[in-house]
């Protein structure tokens, strides 16, 4: 219903909250650490509740997806808004006065967990994704309050998306009564206006791609994992040119007797293109699956926001955590934009 076709659903993936939770937005030449994104940009000033003036819910992070450009989707999405990049468990803070009047606690659907806030000028808001929301329905809640915490939540899974809070909005009515695909741009009714996107062009390039590596990995060691025949790059920028977005790698394993980590690595370089500073995002480990059969292959996947600027590269590695663990499969998806 909501954005079918914004991320990989990862029914398939493992992962586990409390390391991806701690997954690191990468910023302009340097690694940010998660404390330094989203936390109190923003005093709330309780007097305001009109139309433009509402406050975005982590404050000033990338967009991932515009409101445009979920329209522009190809099927477009079924209830356009805004994702905003920010790490699993960021405070989400209500745009504005109003009521808790829908709420959603389990992961099933597109949506995912949900909060839906009717605001006391009429209008009516969705918060999407969520790992998790202690405000009861019914409850009413004043703007700037934090009403939840942001997650990766869709699909029957707590990583069904990539990290990211999708916000919509309509106005004067509920989504029932308006339609769902008659949202509206929230960015528009933001306090000081919307942010420009990033480049030119509204509508993030998707790339995907999937290689069969079928490459045995040793035991305890970090392996770079191509993404294709001797390629290896996520993601890179350059001196000139930026690039923001947000890339999930899926795996398929075989032989996974007792699990794996995943981590993706940032290196920077110098105006020689040499490698001056490596700077790996925390590691996930994923499990074995239970081993039903003897064959049975286990997936994992990690998906990172970020935001490349300068000569900086992206790299995925695994490491195993047992003997005989082998690779078949490598899928890539990114949504990106360049500036
Ligand atoms: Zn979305």
Known sequence: ??????????????????????????????????????????SP????????TYLRPCGVVPISSSWQGH??????????????????????????????????????????????????????IRYLHLQSSSVPLGARVTRGQIIAYSGASGFGSEAGYGAHVHVSLWIGGTPLQLGFTNSVDFENYVEGGPIQPPSEDPVPIHQSSSYQWNSVVPRGVWTRIPVASDLYW???????????????????????????????????????????????QPALEIPATAAEAPN?????????????SGPIRLFAEIRSLNTGLRVEQVTVKKNYWLS
């Not at 000033?45 to 433009?52: E, M, N, V, W």
């Open 71 to 124: 329209r522009n989707r190809n099927p477009p999405s079924g209830e356009p808004g805004t994702d905003y990049a920010v790490v699993v468990g960021t405070p989400i803070r209500a745009a504005t006065d109003g009521v808790i009047v829908d709420r959603k606690d389990s992961t099933t659907t597109a949506t995912g967990r949900y909060l839906a806030l009717r605001a006391s000028d009429g209008n009516y």
């Open 296 to 308: 049975s292959l286990t997936f994992g996947q990690y998906t990172l926001p970020y935001s490349l």
């Open 234 to 280: 996520l993601a890179h920028s350059s001196a000139t040119v930026k690039e923001t977005g947000d890339v999930s790698i899926y795996l398929t394993a075989a032989k996974v007797t007792k699990g794996f980590q995943l981590r993706i690595v940032a290196e920077t370089l110098n105006a020689s293109g040499v490698v001056v500073a490596s700077s790996p």
């Open 1 to 42: 219903m909501c954005d079918a076709g914004d991320h990989e659903p990862s029914s398939a993936a493992a992962s586990r909250d409390g390391l991806s939770r701690r997954a690191l937005l990468i910023g302009t030449g340097i690694v940010i650490g998660a404390t330094a994104i989203g936390w109190d940009l923003f």
């Open 45 to 52: 000033d309780l007097s305001a509740t009109a139309a433009g």
